[in-house]
């Protein structure tokens, strides 16, 4: 059931301070982010690039006016598969005061629509081993835990 007032749409760069305050508020993320205003260029920086980026569309959930949630969608074209192109999903958030209003879900499935429309083959996704509320989440979608995953910070 579609939830009412939910618009999903690309992110605009005067939605930046809001994508940065749900980051900020994640305490799991371990990210770092901030919403110090020193930090702002740097945000602004990253918007841009990924706004001039033809694989990669920043999104916000707006519920009646307010950005309520964001994610990302990248797409890769490589050679496995013979040649198939690939969604990433990335930096899923929901607004703490919102979730449990299917806002999260209403974003995923658009995620997996537009990648579909898009020609992708899968739609692939990271999560942190400790957030298991969003493994069954996403399980309850479809997602299956096909693979191990691994980073190396640089």
Do not use: W
């Amino acid at each position: 059931m579609p939830l009412t007032g939910l618009l999903i749409r690309p992110a605009r760069p005067g939605d930046l301070p809001a994508l940065v305050a749900l980051f900020a508020a994640d305490a799991l993320g371990g990210h770092g982010d901030t919403c110090d205003a020193a930090a702002l260029d740097a945000y602004r920086a990253a918007f841009d690039a990924i706004a001039a980026d033809p694989r990669a569309t920043l999104y916000a959930a707006e519920l009646d006016g307010r950005v309520a949630g964001t994610f990302q969608i990248v797409l890769v074209r490589s050679l496995p598969g013979r040649g198939a192109l690939r969604a990433f999903l990335e930096a899923v958030q929901v607004d703490a005061a919102l979730r449990g209003r299917r806002i999260g879900e209403a974003m995923v499935r658009f995620a997996m629509a537009e990648a579909g429309r898009a020609g992708a083959a899968s739609l692939a996704l990271t999560s942190n081993k400790v957030r298991t509320g969003a493994h069954r989440f996403y399980r309850r979608l479809g997602f299956a835990n096909s693979h191990e995953g691994f980073k190396i910070e640089l």
